[in-house]
C-alpha cells in the first residue's frame, strides 16, 4: 500500500511561483507513475501533469504546459511540481497520485491511478 503526502500548498500572488511535493512510502517500488491533478471548487478534478519511471517521460495539460515543471527523484519517491507564472484561475487544491501501471495509458485520467494523496490547497490571488 502506497501512502502519498503533499506539501507546499499555500497563498500566492498571480505572477508568483510555488513547489509542491508529493513524498511517497510503503511499497514505492512498484510506483510507474505519478501524476498531479487538481480540483477547484464547484468543479470536476482535472489533470495537471504526470511523470512515469521509465525514460521519466512527461506530459502536461494544455491550461500548465509551459508554466509547471513535474520531475521526481528517480524511485519516484518524492515528486515535485514547480508553478511558475500563477494566474487566479490555478487556484485549487492539488493531489498527486501513483499508478502501478496496469491501467496507465498516459496518464491522463483519474481511473489510470491507484493511490491519491489527501492534496494541497494553492490559492493564487490576483
Known amino acids: 500500500q502506497v501512502q502519498l503526502v503533499e506539501s507546499g500548498g499555500g497563498l500566492v500572488q498571480a505572477g508568483g511561483s510555488l513547489r509542491l511535493s508529493c513524498a511517497a512510502s510503503?511499497?514505492?517500488?512498484?510506483?510507474?507513475?505519478v501524476g498531479w491533478f487538481r480540483q477547484a471548487p464547484g468543479k470536476e478534478r482535472e489533470f495537471v501533469a504526470t511523470?512515469?519511471?521509465?525514460?521519466?517521460?512527461?506530459r502536461y495539460s494544455n491550461s500548465v504546459k509551459g508554466r509547471f515543471t513535474i520531475s521526481s527523484d528517480s524511485a519516484l519517491n518524492t515528486v515535485y511540481l514547480q508553478m511558475n507564472s500563477l494566474k487566479p484561475e490555478d487556484t485549487a487544491a492539488y493531489y498527486c497520485?501513483?499508478?502501478?501501471?496496469?491501467?496507465?495509458?498516459?496518464?491522463?485520467?483519474?481511473?489510470?491511478?491507484?493511490?491519491w494523496g489527501q492534496g494541497t490547497q494553492v490559492t493564487v490571488s490576483s
Open positions: 497520485a501513483a499508478s502501478r501501471g496496469s491501467r496507465y495509458y498516459g496518464g491522463g485520467g483519474e481511473s489510470e491511478y491507484d493511490y
Open positions: 511523470i512515469r519511471r521509465a525514460g521519466e517521460t512527461t
Open positions: 510503503g511499497g514505492t517500488s512498484s510506483t510507474y507513475a
